[in-house]
């Protein structure tokens, strides 16, 4: 089997607020979703929102889950005015801005925020990974 990414859980504080601030963010709820568990189209992945505790349990990872582990969602946009604006929609929605996109050393463009439950995304447009129509990078072989 080739290894894939098909979803992204997130564990959150609040399953109805996260959902709220996801929506806001412009993602849209499946109606496979449910009362303890948010599903969202985010591109070639699903997004799932599931309650922290739930999560940390059901992963039998209670012992190694102290935080976020250092991890960062990314949003790859096709130029600098669209970081811009999803990070003005990201802070519009609740985010905490981390850091406001700014040009960066690899020769792109990125920002990073947080959504209410802490989890960090990058926003970033990188020049040398170009995107297809549905918005997918396509990384050089």
Same mark, same amino acid.
């Given at each position: 089997?080739?290894?894939?990414?098909?979803?992204?859980? &997130?564990?959150?504080?609040?399953?109805?607020?996260?959902?709220?601030?996801?929506?806001?963010?412009?993602?849209?709820?499946?109606?496979?979703?449910?009362?303890?568990?948010?599903?969202?189209?985010?591109?070639?992945?699903?997004?799932? &929102?599931?309650?922290?505790?739930? &999560?940390?349990?059901?992963?039998?990872a209670d012992g190694i889950w102290t935080g976020n582990g250092g991890t960062a969602i990314a949003m790859n946009c096709a130029d600098e005015a669209q970081v811009d604006a999803m990070m003005a929609q990201a802070e519009a929605a609740g985010a905490h801005i981390l850091k406001?996109?700014?040009?960066?050393?690899?020769?792109?463009?990125?920002?990073?925020?947080?959504?209410?439950?802490?989890?960090?995304?990058?926003?970033?447009?990188?020049?040398?990974?170009?995107?297809?129509?549905?918005?997918?990078?396509?990384?050089?072989?």
């Amino acid at each position: 089997m080739r290894p894939h990414i098909s979803m992204i859980t &997130l564990g959150v504080g609040d399953i109805a607020d996260a959902t709220a601030f996801y929506e806001r963010l412009g993602f849209k709820r499946s109606s496979q979703s449910q009362e303890a568990v948010t599903f969202m189209q985010a591109g070639a992945v699903v997004l799932g &929102l599931f309650g922290r505790d739930a &999560l940390k349990d059901d992963a039998k990872a209670d012992g190694i889950w102290t935080g976020n582990g250092g991890t960062a969602i990314a949003m790859n946009c096709a130029d600098e005015a669209q970081v811009d604006a999803m990070m003005a929609q990201a802070e519009a929605a609740g985010a905490h801005i981390l850091k406001p996109a700014e040009k960066v050393f690899w020769g792109g463009y990125s920002g990073y925020f947080a959504d209410p439950d802490g989890h960090a995304w990058e926003v970033a447009h990188n020049p040398f990974w170009p995107l297809d129509e549905t918005g997918r990078v396509e990384l050089p072989a």
